[in-house]
């Protein structure tokens, strides 16, 4: 939790213990915040947008989301069409309106971590094939026969190299944690399997003949990792 005012973080802090919450870290800064998620593992981080310090709520929300693919949750008193503007860019999964609503808080922490766990036990990887559930039942992919998979908000595509394609709800970056090197993220929206790049450049990877876009975040990185290959 990253939350300056005393008072808020207290009441918070004990709002989750009351329902059985534990091993809840409270910092006040960016830069604590940013040592805390390097050597911890949160189920949901609560951010404060507007905190101590140079850096806004806002810039840790945005890290949470590119670096360490961990869900979180805004606590703001301002609600307006410009800070839906702002917050938009970084995707929380819920916004917490000041004065907080213990019901409404409680509520949107527990449904964090439930679909954070629901996601990462959706898919079960092996040295050579992955388990993805649909219907109750984990259905065999090997890795070797995926080609890319493309996020869609909430939903996955998951496209094989016979044509199939697989449709898997859960955030893109859950299912990368669990895929080995072979597959790099290229976006927010796409991973490609590096056997299937036909060719690219610092824009574009074209896979099984399918041109995708290099995000502008990625493109540095990306390029790097495939001219080292």
Known sequence: MIE????YREYMVLLLQGENLENIDVVDTYIEAKQLLSVNKYNV????????????????????????KIPFIYVTSTLNSKMLELMKDTHPVAVISKPVDPVTY???VK???YNKAKVSHTVQVLNDRIFLK?????EKVYLNTIVYIESD??????YIVNGDKLL????LSDFYENFPSRFLQISKKYVVNIKYIDHFDRMT???NNKVLDVGRKFKQDVYSKLVSF
């Open 4 to 7: 300056d005012d005393l008072d």
């Open 45 to 68: 981080v609560l951010i404060d947008v507007f905190i101590n310090g140079y850096e806004t709520g806002l810039a840790l929300g945005k890290y949470v989301d590119d670096v360490c």
């Open 106 to 108: 409680v509520f949107n």
């Open 111 to 113: 449904l964090a971590i």
């Open 134 to 138: 649909r219907d109750g039942i984990y």
């Open 153 to 158: 908000h909430v939903y996955n595509y998951v």
């Open 168 to 171: 898997i709800r859960g955030r």
């Open 205 to 207: 990877i074209t896979v």
